[in-house]
Antibody
Framework: QITLKESGPTLVKPTQTLTLTCTFS??????????VGWIRQPPGKALEWLAL???????RYSPSLKNRLSITKDTSKNQVVLKLTNVDPMDAGTYYC????????????WGQGITVTVSS | EIVLTQSPATLSLSPGERATLSCGAS???????LAWYQHKPGLPPRVVIY???SRATGIPDRFSGGGSRTDFTLTIDRLEPDDFAVYYC????????FGQGTRLEIK
């Protein structure tokens, strides 16, 4: 069974760095074609892709947020970590991690999501 | 960056009817990189169509995807109550983008 689960703070202060961890099981990020990405959904708005990291360490970022984002992986722990710097209230929402597969060019398994509030 | 525009924003239909959702790309893209997701409140999105027209695991054949270049569609035949949700198209390329979504609601 393939699962992904997001963890991290649910409340962060403006200007702080948001650090989220995606812990996954049932697949390996050392397998060719595999990736793990992050997507968020602000309240009442559409899905927004943030970043994705592939098995070969290729990192991809949303052009509009690339200066504030970093994504890393720890294959020994089956974890992918997303950092978003200098948060403000516009960064509030539900953050999802999902498996991305080049074989499908789609995100086929998603975590349940974590809701983040940005407030002082 | 590819921009995806979905229409209509809201589609009101009755169970048993056919739904046709549109997704327009700002430039020509390969259908191989086009996917559709179903999103219900309180749940994560679920891929329904990938590779432009391939159904994901467990998706009934009432769902079909099509189109090419800049115009893509998701068609759902014989709507069932469980089909009513928000649907997003996605371009999964060098960068990834989502459309703004179409809300399929019960009339």
């Amino acid at each position: 069974q393939i699962t992904l689960k997001e963890s991290g703070p649910t409340l962060v202060k403006p200007t702080q760095t948001l650090t989220l961890t995606c812990t996954f099981s049932g697949f390996s990020l050392t397998t060719s074609g595999m990736g793990v990405g992050w997507i968020r959904q602000p309240p009442g708005k559409a899905l927004e892709w943030l970043a994705l990291i592939y098995w070969d360490d290729d990192e991809r970022y949303s052009p509009s947020l690339k200066n504030r984002l970093s994504i890393t992986k720890d294959t020994s722990k089956n974890q992918v970590v997303l950092k978003l710097t200098n948060v403000d209230p516009m960064d509030a929402g539900t953050y999802y991690c999902a498996r991305g597969r080049i074989l499908m060019f789609a995100m086929d398994v998603w975590g349940q999501g974590i809701t983040v509030t940005v407030s002082s | 960056e590819i921009v995806l525009t979905q229409s209509p924003a809201t589609l009101s239909l009755s169970p048993g009817e056919r739904a046709t959702l549109s997704c327009g790309a700002s430039e020509s893209v390969s259908s191989s990189y086009l996917a559709w997701y179903q999103h219900k409140p309180g749940l994560p999105p679920r891929v329904v169509i990938y590779d432009g027209s391939s159904r994901a695991t467990g998706i009934p054949d009432r769902f079909s995807g099509g189109g090419s270049r800049t115009d893509f569609t998701l068609t759902i035949d014989r709507l069932e109550p469980d089909d009513f949700a928000v649907y997003y198209c996605q371009h999964y390329g060098t960068s990834i983008t989502f459309g703004q979504g179409t809300r399929l609601e019960i009339k």
